[in-house]
């Protein structure tokens, strides 16, 4: 189905064409209304799918906001008019990075401005990865490089939180990691000591190779703990080593995410961690801890260093098995973004699935991309600011 939503540059709707498109999607229009300002998912808000009279009795209060949240549907322009209501009831907005804020290396449009829009409003800005290659300090690195307002406290990272985890576990010994040096540096800084990383691949044929390590001890006896994040050098050889330290029911096993795919483009798989962590976890026949979103891990940490109240927080994210579950899961506003990963048409799908588990995927509102967002706040100006600060 076609994205039909949040593009500026549409043109105002004829009233035949109009006509049609609601009668086809039940949904209650102004006629002439700018198709900027609709969408036709539940999860939006700029949904519609109840009569003008009732929405119009709609009040901006927090029992609206959380009408809208179950899904009960409300006109477009009501949800329009409680817009400014929801943004001053935020204390803080989570983002997610790949996807939501760049691809790659290149920021996506409205990104830097939002940022810095949410701050001139007074809201608290947090940036929440799975991506496990970066220490937090390259992460700044990068935001800095792209023109991102950013201080290394409202980062958080999957390989920082790794690290934070095993150092509050009191963890003693090496561990194993297949990954990055996102990871051992991160290891590092809170004085844990990994392994060497980087290709090890299989010298010779499996069986040769296998049958010549067997009087060997080529386990380390000090590896406590495997640390299983993204690694470009993925061979065999690691999966051996990683399934073997594993077989030792006191070895941790910590995955630092389960994305599947990073965001590539319509032409391109990437595969993600998520394909590592689970190629380890089968051969081990064990679950690791995840330290990623949908983990609650990030908010606990984010929460516990900065006081938030979750039903002041609003996340957004570009894949919903990630982002928006762990939103939900927190008990967080949800934003999907169509910049990345989840496309609409999975969202219509997961509407009509009788799938408890499909159902908690389906954010709370959702928008082509955060420059829609940016636009939405631009238009309600100063009303948007916290409603503590007025």
Not at 163 to 184: D, H, R
Request: glycine share 8%.
């Amino acid at each position: 189905m076609k994205n039909f939503f949040c593009s500026s540059k549409l043109p105002i709707l004829s009233s035949v064409f109009l006509r049609k498109l609601c009668d086809k999607h039940t949904i209650v229009l102004q006629q002439g209304a700018p198709l900027s300002k609709f969408h036709t998912g539940t999860s939006s808000f700029l949904t519609a799918r109840s009569k003008p009279s009732v929405a119009n009795k709609m009040k901006p209060t927090l029992e609206s906001l959380e009408t809208i949240r179950r899904g009960a549907g409300i006109p477009m322009q009501e949800v329009i008019g409680l817009f400014p209501f929801f943004m001053q009831n935020l204390d803080a907005v989570m983002f997610d990075c790949d996807g939501v804020l760049w691809m790659g290396n290149n920021p996506i449009s409205g990104a830097q401005d939002l940022v810095k829009k949410l701050r001139t409003i007074g809201k608290k800005v947090f940036f929440l990865t799975n991506n496990s290659t970066k220490t937090r300090e390259e992460f700044l690195e990068k935001f800095n490089s792209l023109g991102f307002e950013a201080t290394l406290d409202e980062i958080v990272g999957t390989s920082y939180l790794t690290a934070l985890y095993l150092k509050e576990q009191n963890f003693k010994g090496k561990v194993y990691v297949i990954g990055t040096t996102g990871i051992t540096r991160e290891l590092e800084n809170v004085g844990i000591e990994s392994l060497p990383i980087g290709p090890d691949p299989m010298p010779a044929d499996m069986h040769t190779w296998v049958s010549s390590l067997i009087p060997i001890p080529y386990l380390d006896p000090e590896v406590k703990a495997v640390v299983v994040g993204f690694d470009h050098h993925l061979s065999f050889t690691k999966m051996i080593k990683a399934a073997s330290y594993l077989r030792n029911p006191n070895c941790l096993f910590v995955a630092t995410n389960t994305d599947e795919r990073f965001p590539s483009g319509p032409e391109i798989v990437m595969p993600g961690t998520g394909s590592i962590v689970n190629a380890v976890k089968t051969a081990a026949e064990r679950e690791p801890y995840v330290m990623g979103k949908p983990s609650p891990m990030p908010f606990e940490f984010v929460k516990r260093t900065h006081d938030l109240d979750p039903k002041k927080v609003l996340m957004i994210g570009d894949r919903s098995n990630t982002d928006i579950l762990f939103g939900k899961d927190c008990g967080l506003w949800t934003l999907l973004v169509f910049s990345g990963v989840t496309t609409y048409r999975e969202i219509e799908t997961w509407k009509v699935s009788g799938n408890a588990y499909e159902k908690k995927l389906i954010p709370d509102f959702c928008l082509n991309g955060v420059e829609n967002l940016l636009a939405l706040i631009n238009k309600h100006g100063e009303v948007v600011h916290n409603a503590n600060d007025n």
